[in-house]
Each structure stands twice: as structure tokens, then as C-alpha cells.
């Protein structure tokens, strides 16, 4: 699930209630240019929830959802319904449905590329003879 709330910094728009409904309906995780509230319960329910930060105060006559399934802007990049979005710690990609296979490739061309670069490391190669072979980055 991927939301924006359009700049409102007045209230938070997810929590604790809402990432216990989204884990029951299978949602395996938020991104939110937006707040959220309820941080611990949330990392208690193992929820990932990726957001541009927090706020104390709830959505209730703050904040409305005006519209699901339609393209939207979040964190300044244009995010379609059906485009893949990977969120970890270090940040968000979005990539758009049409280059998915193609995305997919070279991602798991690097990824083999940094594993065989990092067994080489483990036995003692330098980093920038290593960089010269796998060109890894
Ligand atoms: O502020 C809200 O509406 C969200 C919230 O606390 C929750 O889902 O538990
Ligand atoms: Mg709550």
C-alpha cells in the first residue's frame, strides 16, 4: 500500500488500528508520504511501515482517505496502481509496471555481482581490485 496525505503535517494518518486491519486483509507493508502515531505497537506487530514521520495526534476530523487505486505523488515521484515498490531502511524505489522485467534483471545481475564480489573480499581480495573485476555498484 502506497498513500500520500498531500502535504498535511496536522495529524497522523496511520497507527496502531489501522496496520492491525491492513495485516488481516494481507497487506504486507505501508509506505506513507505522511505520519504516523502508535510507532511501538506498530514494530510489535512487525508491520513495516515506511513513513516521512510521526505525530501524537489521530486522523479523526483531520484527515480523510478521498480516493484509493489512482496514481498519486509520493515523496515527489509519480507512483501508479500496479507499479512495484521496494521499501527498506536505506529508502523507497518505486518502479513503474512497464519496466519490471527489465528492472528485475539488472537488479539480480548486481546481486550476483555483489555476492561473488564479497566472497572474493572474505578471502583476503582489495576493495579496489575487487571493484575492478566485478564492478559491482
Ligand atoms: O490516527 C489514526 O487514525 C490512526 C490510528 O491511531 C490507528 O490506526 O491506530
Ligand atoms: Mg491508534
Known amino acids: 500500500m502506497i498513500v500520500t496525505t498531500n502535504g498535511s503535517t496536522n495529524s497522523s494518518f496511520w497507527g496502531e488500528l489501522l496496520s492491525t486491519v491492513a495485516i488481516e486483509k494481507g497487506s504486507r507493508s505501508v509506505v506513507i ?41 509520493c515523496g515527489r515521484v509519480k507512483v501508479h496502481n500496479g507499479d512495484l515498490v521496494f521499501a527498506y531502511f536505506d529508502g523507497i524505489v518505486v518502479i513503474p509496471q512497464a519496466h519490471r522485467e527489465e528492472v528485475f534483471e539488472k537488479a539480480l545481475q548486481k546481486v550476483e555481482a555483489e555476492n561473488k564480489m564479497r566472497e572474493e573480499l572474505k578471502k583476503g581480495m582489495g576493495i579496489i581490485e575487487a571493484h575492478k573485476k566485478y564492478d559491482a555498484l
Do not use: A, C, N, Q
Not at 505520519?35 to 511501515?49: A, H, K, N, Q, V
Open 33 to 73: 508520504d505522511g505520519f504516523t502515531r502508535d510507532s511501538r505497537p506498530i514494530i510489535e506487530l512487525g508491520f513495516p511501515t515506511f513513513t516521512s514521520g510521526f505525530h501524537p495526534y489521530d486522523s479523526k476530523g483531520r484527515l480523510d482517505v478521498i480516493d484509493y487505486k489512482v496514481p498519486i505523488e
